[in-house]
């Protein structure tokens, strides 16, 4: 093995290496005070090194007094430390030398425009490199950043920067949603603020204009805010999905799909929200879960309104038969019941079959039928009142037995002329109360009692659902379905995590006809005209279903209508519904690459590579787009479904700004003090009492406020958290942990700066075979790590990615590996010059390949650490680390025999510091090596001068078993060859000591009673290979072994301490 430099405080080793254990023992006990006094000259020695370290030059020459005197007043001038301005656009212009402390905001200034008018974001559809496309799932053009979207753009970019720096031809779409209610909602609010209107107040066209205003002003806010978390898109091919060529093939996929009859218009019970007078999708409604009588604020009214009971109320039978009893949640949509339901084997009520009860306030008569499929005649009175036009089960009843459909309710949630002039106009919760009194009027009211429910509301506008019957349009989902189902039955599409799998067979299995139509006035317009004849009776439009001519415009649905209705006098009017915008995000991956048109792009990059997003949006976006992709465009709109986490806060709970848990995730990177946090709560929408709920909330997470972290820690943070597959428990200790790890990187960047020195050029390939062992070790673990990050990226396990490369560049290269070769560099000895040589190589090596493989998480701190390390002469080395090659394993670095050498020289290491009395951190103190043969005699001799590096220990002693253990020593096994001890000098407690071995005695029998199980279980020798056989006795073997030299030692302890 190569000569190791003696380390830091183990100068006078040669002499004490000579000395027999009696001489050495003499020498401890008798000439303590020369111990002591050798101890400070050590200390000395150090200070000493770290002086001629600090004044050594880079590359091993001196220089004269008067330029060191010069350097050090240079390298106190700040101005050496700051960079200087640098145009917009251009390449970074960084300061002569490093700050001595990393910052976040100065490390990732001007780096993303440079990357962009570089034009390194681009992908080209005439490249022959392999494609790997991603569409970015589009935000709302409206909206703001928020800790989901980071999550989305640090592993989509994540993958994108890997893919790119691998050879592919990497592209990212970035677009916007339109996002018709969201929007819609805001513009609306607004509006009543600013001006005290409504929309119906400033008409269509207006609001319309309105909408636009508010888009151009705030549209780019997130578009912006993507820039800063150093997205990597494309965006030249920029989309919005109500821009021109968006807006043309929505309308195109409108048409094509209801030529091919998918898509049609009917009467169906849709969910109404009364605020917004427009269906909503199921994705928008929230259920709240009530247990027993509960008072909600509802939009619109002045006080609370009680939901969770159940109303029993009697309807008068025809004839004198008496009464029937039935029950409610909403006594109000009594007003529009048409039949009372029982079953047709309840005995109570076979004498009332097609029987007739008579409504209270408006008389009419109400039809006694037997349905056994919605009936439970064990539950209430075994009697339902049947609300066909307000209830999806009830729906079902009245298609069953050809019922009156009545809807009683305005699309504002008044009572309408149907509920009769008693209760006409008035809101439907008001209406609940008055219907009560009436029936107490009556004399049919009866009871009420709590009732555990689940209550819909919309997410947009907390406003109760409300099942209304509509003329709509709906996509028949079947067929695609089942085309959806397919894919991924057959791996066509793959789901990652697979355990949603299940998930989208159940939801496609059971899926329901897609209501397509949205009562609003901001999206895509539906394609649709009414005909109206000037010989109509009734002219109102959408009153006869066969009316409606569905076309890409006006033009063409004029020249249909006319077909259909020759020599007629037509009038045609475009529905006023606009499209659900999910089926324009659901066409995304085609119109961004320019469906309809036979494209370039289309024809490259189609189907993409992987969709990635929530698991939430699994079936309400993922599944359309699955369903429409391959409808409409052929093929699978994407391979690969990769489903992140929900972001939760740090105690589990949903991210709510009632609860004052949200994270912006802005604020996380450029930091924000605790009065930041509570004045942005003030100026939300919170009520009094939940503003005091969430500004404790705060105050209790973020005493101090949040620190700034910087863009590439949030970014590996987040990745970091990806292997809980369901739900991610956001720690900001966990960011701020990861910002402190950059500082890690930085300094060392900082180190190998002076080492290597001005003049260094790097070598073009490096010889392994000439190195030390501590180089060829940390090329050999470096492998490692690239070959596991890989292997992780490309199963898309981005957590173990994050892992490999922390623990690489943490535990290994910062930890070890240039703390072992200091040495070198303490002063400029011949001795030690080709060490220093391989070191200097090595170093760089390192921390090139380290910073290509933390690029795609971390860009900004990586591009800028690159930038400032030597490159070798004439290579092609690239203008940025973003589009430089990513770094694969070098067969010839791979040393895995040297790997398991140094596993157990770091356990010893890591044992001998564990010995250390707390209270005695910078105290050297003798170490000893009980080595139990001579193959690990040799191993520990070989790194003997490293382990008294690492371990801070003054010096360490080889013993055999044939060797006394000096006294006064803690105790540690490494493993069955190899026991480390250290001399604490009257400092050791031996109840520590006994307890210590003691949980290393539990800790390996567990093990060994485990692996015990494992070996008599049966069938194990018939089955177990006998390869698994062999290493299961060795290991068996080994624990045993173990057991023995833990009971040796607690017996040396007993005897040293008078124990019996």
């Known amino acids: 093995m190569e000569k190791q430099p003696e ?45 001629l370290q600090a004044q050594a030059t880079s590359d091993g020459t001196k220089k004269s007094e008067k330029k060191q005197r010069k350097k050090a007043v240079d390298d106190e001038n700040p101005e050496n430390f700051v960079d200087p301005n640098t145009p917009l656009g251009s390449k970074k212009l960084l300061a002569p030398q ?62 994108i920067r890997w893919r790119r720096m691998s050879g592919y031809n990497a592209l990212w779409v970035p677009g916007v949603d339109h996002a018709g209610i969201a929007t819609q909602v805001v513009v609306e609010k607004k509006l009543m603020r600013e001006r005290k209107l409504t929309r119906h107040d400033i008409g269509r066209e207006k609001f319309v204009s309105e909408v636009l205003k508010w888009k151009d002003q705030y549209g780019g806010t997130i578009l912006n805010q993507l820039r800063r978390l150093g997205a990597s898109l494309d965006w030249s091919r920029e989309a919005f999905t109500m821009d021109e060529p968006r807006s043309k093939a929505v309308t195109e996929a409108f048409v094509r799909l209801h030529k091919e009859g998918l898509i049609y218009r009917d009467y169906r019970l849709v969910n109404w929200d009364c605020t917004l007078r427009t269906a909503i999708s199921d994705i928008e409604v929230d259920h709240i879960e009530l247990k027993e009588e509960t008072a909600l604020k509802i939009p619109g009214y002045s006080g609370p309104v009680q939901f969770g009971v159940l109303i029993s109320f009697a309807y008068p039978l025809e004839e004198g038969l008496g009464e029937i009893v039935v029950a409610t949640t909403r006594i109000e949509t009594m007003l529009g019941d048409t039949a009372i339901a029982v079953h ?63 809807n009683i309710f305005t699309d504002d949630g008044k009572i309408n002329s149907n509920g009769g ?117 009734v002219k109102d439009l959408g009153s006869d279903n066969d009316r409606w001519i569905v076309a890409r415009n006006e033009s063409d649905a004029n020249l249909e209508a006319h077909k259909k209705y020759p020599g007629k006098k037509i009038q045609l009017n475009q529905d006023p519904d606009v499209l659900d915008t999910w089926f324009s995000s659901g066409l995304f991956p085609l119109t961004v690459l320019g469906w309809p048109d036979d494209t370039a792009d289309l024809r490259a990059f189609y189907p993409t590579s992987v969709l990635e997003t929530g698991l939430d949006i699994l079936f309400f976006w993922v599944a359309r787009m699955v369903m429409m992709g391959m409808q409409l465009g052929g093929d699978v709109p994407f391979q690969k479904v990769y489903l992140h986490p929900i972001i939760r806060d740090a105690h589990g709970r949903k991210m709510s700004k009632s609860l004052g848990n ?138 173990d990615a994050t892992s490999a490369i922390y623990s690489w560049w943490q535990y290994q290269l910062c930890d070890v590996f240039i703390e072992a070769i200091k040495p070198y560099f303490f002063n400029d000895s011949q001795e030690f010059e080709s060490a220093r ?62 790997e398991n050498e140094m596993d157990i020289v770091l356990d010893a290491v890591n044992k001998l510091r564990s010995l250390k009395p707390p209270t005695e951190t910078n105290e050297r103190r003798p170490a000893f090596a009980l080595c139990r043969g001579q193959e690990i005699a040799v191993s520990i001799q070989c790194y003997q001068s490293l382990i008294v590096s ?57 093990l060994q009673h485990a692996l015990t199980q494992k070996m008599d279980a049966t069938g194990y020798r018939d089955k177990a290979p006998q390869n698994v056989q062999e290493e299961d006795m060795r290991k068996l073997t080994s624990l045993l072994e173990q057991l023995e030299v833990i009971s040796e030692a607690e017996k040396k302890l007993d005897a040293k301490t008078g124990t019996n």
């Open 98 to 159: 490093m700050a001595k402390q990393y910052s976040p905001s100065a490390v990732e200034k001007s780096w993303y425009t440079w990357w962009e008018s570089s034009g390194y974001f681009g992908a080209d559809s005439a490249s022959t490199k392999p494609p790997f496309v991603i569409v970015l799932p589009p935000p709302n053009v409206t909206g703001a950043l928020h800790i989901g979207h980071a999550l989305t753009v640090a592993i989509e970019d994540a993958m």
């Open 7 to 51: 380390a830091q405080g183990s100068e006078k080793a040669p002499e004490e290496k000579q000395l027999d254990e009696k001489e050495l023992e003499r020498k401890l006990k008798k000439d303590q005070k020369a111990k002591e006094k050798e101890e400070k000259r050590l200390k000395a020695k150090q200070k000493e090194a770290a002086r």
């Open 662 to 799: 949200v994270v912006d995730p802005l604020d996380v990177i450029n930091g924000m003090p605790l009065d930041g946090l509570l004045k942005r709560l003030e100026e939300g929408n919170l009520d009094s009492n939940e503003l005091n709920v969430a500004k404790e909330g705060k105050k209790k997470d973020y005493p101090d406020g949040i620190a700034e972290c910087g863009t590439d820690a949030l970014r590996f943070a987040l990745i970091s958290y990806t292997s809980q597959s369901d739900r991610i428990n956001l720690d900001i200790k966990r960011v701020v942990g990861y910002r402190q790890w950059c500082n890690k990187l930085w300094n060392a960047i900082r180190f190998a700066m002076g080492k290597l020195g001005d003049h260094y050029t790097p070598p073009a390939t490096v010889d392994v075979s000439l190195m030390p062992p501590i180089c060829k070790w940390i090329l050999s673990v470096l492998n490692k790590a690239i070959s596991k990050t890989v292997t992780s990226l490309e199963a898309y396990k981005f957590a």
């Open 837 to 898: 040589a391989a070191s200097r190589d090595t170093l760089w090596v390192c921390l090139d390949a380290g910073l290509h493989l933390l690029h795609p998480f971390m860009p900004y701190v990586t591009e800028e650490l690159w930038q400032r390390l030597p490159q070798p002469k004439d290579s092609c080395t690239k203008d940025s680390i973003m589009i430089s090659e990513y770094p694969s394993p070098v067969e010839e670095w791979t040393n895995d025999k040297l």
């Open 344 to 406: 047709p084997e309840d005995k109570r009520y076979k004498h009332l079959h097609g029987r007739y009860a008579v409504h209270p306030f408006n008389g009419r008569k109400l039809k006694i039928i037997c349905d056994a499929e919605l009936v439970d005649p064990t539950f209430g009175t075994g009697a339902v009142k049947i609300t066909p036009a307000h209830d999806p089960n009830d729906f079902e009843v009245g298609k069953r037995h050809n019922l009156e459909f009545i």
């Open 950 to 1006: 690492l371990s801070s220990v003054s010096h360490l002693k080889i013993l055999t078993e044939n060797d006394e253990t000096p006294p006064d020593c803690a105790t540690a096994v490494v493993n069955k060859d190899l026991s480390v001890y250290l001399q604490l000098q009257g400092a050791l407690n031996a109840e520590a000591e006994r307890e210590k071995l003691g949980k290393k005695r539990d800790e390996i029998q567990k």
């Open 421 to 537: 002039a008693q209760f006409e106009g008035m809101p439907r919760f008001a209406a609940r109360v008055a219907v009560i009194e009436a029936l107490k009027a009556k004399g049919l009211y009866k009871d009420t009692k709590k009732n555990e429910m689940s209550l819909g509301v919309c997410s947009r506008t907390n406003d109760v659902v409300e099942p209304m019957i509509k003329p709509q349009w709906f996509v028949n989902c079947n067929s695609m379905a089942k085309a959806g189902l397919d894919a991924v039955r057959s791996k066509k599409i793959e789901i990652i995590p697979q355990q949603y799998e299940q998930d989208w067979y159940r939801w496609l299995e059971n899926i329901r006809d897609w209501c397509v139509s949205r009562q609003l006035w901001w999206g895509h317009r539906v394609p649709a005209w009414y005909v109206t004849l000037e010989d109509d009776q």
